[in-house]
């Protein structure tokens, strides 16, 4: 997850098993090159507050908590 404004960012990691799904499932829909993989990845602007860090962690932890280990 990464905030940014301007040319400030802040960056939070999520945990491994986003990382082991996304690989997973780019492997199934065919997209094992570098450009197909992150050709479908997006970018998403949101209104924050001014903490750049607190914004990056608040919607990691939204991640975390909406998405089962299933």
């Known amino acids: 997850v990464i905030a ?3 040319r400030t ?3 939070v990691q ?3 098993r986003f ?3 996304i690989d997973r499932a780019a492997m199934r829909a065919g997209k094992g090159s570098s ?3 992150l050709s479908e990845w997006r ?4 209104t924050c507050s001014d903490s750049l ?3 990056a962690r608040k ?4 991640l975390e908590n909406h998405y089962s280990d299933d």
């Open 4 to 6: 940014k404004k301007g």
């Open 9 to 11: 960012k802040s960056k």
């Open 14 to 16: 999520l945990s491994q």
């Open 19 to 21: 990382q082991e799904a």
């Open 35 to 37: 450009d197909a993989y």
């Open 43 to 46: 970018r998403e602007e949101t």
């Open 53 to 55: 860090d607190e914004a």
């Open 59 to 62: 919607t990691a932890d939204s």
